[in-house]
């Protein structure tokens, strides 16, 4: 959908980039042009999804990197500057999260996931941030949040919560700094089923299909749908588009937001009845 120079001559650093949602993204900006740069904690996840991008003939380089590690943040950031010469797009895409009763987790849980999720953002966005500004070089940063972001969830709340404050970053940066020609974007989105989700989220097969049927286009998202998204949100086409959340979930979230929304179980018979009752003249 979109011309094969989309994003030429872009370098993005993605985050987590080497699984799931954030390898995809990375094949995609490759497709079109982008040299990508990814980081995360294992340096063979790393290094195999590195060979994946050159062999599609993508100019990719990585380094191994804990994002609630700021010293460690800024020596990739620096090792990337060195390699590329330039950074143009950042995508925030590394997370932690799993499911379990709130009451069951220790304040090391806690700081696990607000420690990669809100703390690693806000250690890339504000090292990086630093060095446009200093040296006024445009740049795009792209946040993967959730759509619990602005709901809220139960047994996923240490995520709910480090969510929820990436979006009050993204909300706040997208005005703070759109003087220095930094725009914010972030996707929210629904059910992408990775080997992440699956062992840490819906790791019975039960969860996964309950979730289904909350989707009302009765599918989890691909991860094409997705990743070309991100690349319409960092384009230079989308330059007017700055704090906006693009929500990619099949409507799930607005069902359940719908208080009518569960008549969907009504049979026929039921519909028929209800008609006859709301239009009795008495
Ligand atoms: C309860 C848990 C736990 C679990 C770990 N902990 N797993 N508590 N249930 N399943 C607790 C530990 O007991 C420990 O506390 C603390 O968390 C830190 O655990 P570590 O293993 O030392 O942490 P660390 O190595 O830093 O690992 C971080 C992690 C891990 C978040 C715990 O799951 C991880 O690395 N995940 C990365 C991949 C991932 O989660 N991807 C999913 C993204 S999907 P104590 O007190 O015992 O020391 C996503 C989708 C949302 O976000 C929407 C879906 C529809
Ligand atoms: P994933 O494959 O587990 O991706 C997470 C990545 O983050 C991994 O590559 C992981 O690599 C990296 N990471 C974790 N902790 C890190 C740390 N401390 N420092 C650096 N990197 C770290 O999961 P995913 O499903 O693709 O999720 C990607 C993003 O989409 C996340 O932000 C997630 O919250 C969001 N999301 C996903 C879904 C979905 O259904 N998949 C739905 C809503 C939102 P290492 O373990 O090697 O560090």
Redesign the pocket.
Known sequence: MFRNDLLKGKVAVITGGGT?IGFNIGMRYGELGAAVAICG?RENVLSEAVSKFRDAGIDADYHACDV?DPAKVAETIDHFMDHFGHIDILVNNA??????PTE??????F???L???LHGTIYMTLDLGKRWISTGHRGVVLDIV?T?AWTGSGY?VP?AAA?AGVLAVVRSLAVEWAKYGIRHVAIA????P?E??R???FPIPEIESR?IERVPLRRVGRMDEIADLAAFLVSDNAEYLNGSIITIDGGEWLKGAGQFNHLENLTEEQWKMINEISRRKD
């Open positions: 799931g904690r609630r997370a932690g999260n799993f499911i379990s069951k987790l220790s304040p090391h849980a700081d696990a996931v420690g990669i999720v959730t619990y996923v995520s969510k989105p629904g059910p992408f990775t992440a989700t062992k840490n989220l979730i």
